[in-house]
């Protein structure tokens, strides 16, 4: 199939329902973010283990804030584009049943989308890493320690050495296990266990699209894969549901 053929055969798809959207940076990309393993990525200049794990956070507090300040924090001024809009839309008219994130940027939640499971946590609430206890944005970026404890703030972000959340497991299993359509928009699908659920979708039987603007190490077992931008392609496949 040709770009068109998938544009209108994904449009074909999401219009017949049961379709669950399971993204990754790549999505936010368009919103000015970064993503992580492109050339120019996040883990390109800096060492996961050593700036985003619970290890750093524990033994090395001020180069962890420094590193999530300048590059994982999102401001409020960066907002959804329109992959993230187009997604909303699709869950709002009933085709699109739930979204899987590796995202911790709530874009999705912002842009309107409502299931919405976070694999890997996100940006707040920020809470104490000793109590447990709730901090405000303001003073974990500002370095001041607990007002309950002194212990460390830190996001509810999935640090590297720590366990997913288990209903956001529970969740997107139970979505892979039972859709039609899985698109997976803008993950390089090689951090588990988050990349088992396009397989888990796959071996239920559903179709499986992966755009992605490199090729996956899913691109095998997929349906239909689009190696262009996310906003582009969903911006057509949204004029072809129009037309359809
Ligand atoms: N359109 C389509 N694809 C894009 C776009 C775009 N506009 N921008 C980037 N991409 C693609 C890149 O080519 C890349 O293959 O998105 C993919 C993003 O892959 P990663 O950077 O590896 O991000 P992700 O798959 O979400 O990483 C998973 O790794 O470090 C952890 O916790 C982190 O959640 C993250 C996880």
């Not at 590193?67 to 993230?84: Q, T």
């Not at 039609?180 to 928009?185: E, G, R, S, Y």
Request: proline share 5%; net charge negative; glycine share 10%.
């Amino acid at each position: 199939m040709n770009y068109e053929e998938k544009a209108k055969e994904l449009a074909r798809l999401v219009r017949a329902g049961d379709v669950v959207i399971f993204s990754g940076a790549g999505l936010s990309t368009e919103s000015g973010l970064q993503d992580f393993r492109s050339k120019n990525g996040i883990w390109a200049h800096a060492d996961p283990a050593r700036l985003a794990s619970v290890g750093a956070l524990e033994c090395n507090y001020d180069e962890f804030l420094e590193f999530y300040k300048a590059r994982l924090y999102v401001p409020d001024e960066v907002k959804p584009n329109i992959g993230h809009k187009i997604v909303a839309k699709w869950e709002k008219e009933g085709c699109v049943k739930g979204v899987i994130t590796q995202n911790i940027d709530r874009l999705h939640q912002r842009a309107g989308s409502v299931n919405v499971w976070e694999l890997h946590g996100s940006l707040e609430p920020i809470k104490c890493h000793s109590c447990g206890k709730p901090g405000s944005n303001e003073d974990f970026l500002a370095g001041t320690p607990c007002k309950y404890c002194g212990g460390h703030l830190r996001p509810s972000v999935v640090l590297f050495g720590e366990m997913l959340p288990q209903r956001a497991l529970e969740a997107a299993d139970e979505l892979s296990g039972s859709c039609k359509t899985f698109i997976v928009l803008g993950s390089s699908l090689v951090v588990s266990p988050a990349n088992y659920f396009p397989r888990q979708a796959k071996m239920h039987g559903a179709k499986l699209a992966i755009v992605n603007l490199e090729e996956t190490p899913l691109d095998g077992i997929a349906d239909i894969t689009v190696h262009e931008g996310i906003g582009a392609f969903l911006s057509d496949t949204e004029k072809y549901m129009r037309q359809q």
